[in-house]
């Protein structure tokens, strides 16, 4: 049973909320497709293995059809806002992980999107937050 503290109540109320799942899922989507159809080419231009990739990119596809299914729904589910937050802060967390431990030989634009994308990412989870705030 869904309660009223676990749903945002009106879409007055989730408008943030709602625009920064989008914008989550339009660049998570675009990534991923990216990434699934040019592992090879980004690999090499990046420094990182297309075996590290497709998955990856499976994983953004899937995650950014979960942001629209949650940002259309006639109520914004508080708990899955927040596993979204939840999601995104590891990436963020993952990403400097990957730069500091140098999991792959990254070539300089490849250090610059994992910084880039940890920058984007972290923009769409401050969002999240402050629109799940303005619904509380």
Known sequence: MVTAASTVQTADDAKLLRFALK????GSGAN??????AAAIFGELFGLPAAFLYPIGAFLVAFAAALLSLASKPRVSRPAAGVVIAVNTAWVVASL?????????????????????AVVVAGFTALQLAGLRKTA
Do not use: C, N, R, S
Not at 32 to 37: C, Q, T
Not at 102 to 116: D, Q, R, S
């Open 23 to 26: 914008q989550d899922a339009i």
């Open 32 to 37: 991923g497709l990216v990434y699934l159809a």
């Open 97 to 117: 992980e990957l730069l500091i431990a140098g999991w792959f030989p990254l070539t300089g634009l490849g250090t610059a999107l994992v910084i880039a994308q």
